[in-house]
């Protein structure tokens, strides 16, 4: 079977990596099966965005999950706890993990990630995480993509039994925003249409300042041009 009629999973958070992502599945060959996941996250506007970015990039069905990880808190993305804002890139501290880390969230949502491939047969999941320019998050390191992949092929039926070997498509991880921004635009994706921040407003409007928000203006400026998105306060 070629990639041309093999389906895979593709992690969807709506995004500019996952987005991006999805459209190097498609280009790929692959047939995506776009997953997205309602964790109880402030941002569920994300799910908006990764609504748009499936329907505009021709998934053939997109998954909304509901998971509760409010239930443990322990993140300001799941809990009360503010999320952290700069006035700049060079204010985050890469070298410590910051409070928008969701405990596990990445094995958790891989999890599903992989029941969902068992059940419409796919050997292919892919996932947007990045270990450049990103908030210094320990489910996002190729070594824990590597471990990650092993135990998929030890737990599953179709790995015990030798039908397929499980591949975990990580095609970002070496890649700058910047670079993953030209390669988004190479495939024709539409940045307008996706959502990054952490604490957007109530219509969706970014708010420029959260971790995330800086990574992606640094990507956009870096690449030479402006980012589309929408922001509560305009942005040069």
């Not at 999320?83 to 880390?101: E, F, L």
């Not at 990650?148 to 092929?153: D, G, I, R, S």
């Amino acid at each position: 079977m070629t990639s041309m009629s093999r389906p895979a999973i593709v992690l969807l958070s709506g995004g500019l990596d996952s987005t991006t992502v999805l459209a190097i599945a498609k280009d790929k060959g692959f047939t995506p099966y776009a997953l997205s996941f309602r964790y109880g996250q402030r941002h569920s506007v994300e799910l908006e965005a990764a609504a748009r970015v499936a329907a505009s990039l021709g998934a053939a069905d997109h998954k909304v999950a509901e998971i509760d990880l409010r239930l443990f808190g322990g993140s300001a993305l799941t809990s009360d706890v503010a999320v952290p804002k700069h006035d700049s890139v060079d204010d985050i501290d890469a070298d410590s993990i910051p409070v928008t880390y969701v405990p596990a969230r990445n094995t958790i949502f891989l999890s599903f990630a992989l029941a969902y491939a068992e059940v419409v047969g796919a050997s292919d999941i892919f996932t947007g995480v990045t270990a450049v320019d990103y908030s210094g998050y320990p489910d996002c390191r190729p070594e824990y993509m590597a471990a990650y992949e092993n135990m998929a092929n030890l737990a599953t039926k179709a790995g015990v039994e030798g039908q397929a070997r499980l591949t975990l498509h990580s095609p970002l991880i070496t890649m700058s925003k910047a670079d993953i921004i030209r390669e988004g635009l190479r495939l024709g994706v539409d940045y307008s249409i996706t959502s990054s921040c952490y604490d957007p407003d109530a219509e969706g409007a970014a708010c420029g300042r959260c971790d995330t928000c800086l990574l992606r203006l640094k990507g956009f400026s870096e690449a030479g041009m402006s980012d589309p998105a929408r922001y509560q306060i305009a942005r040069a």
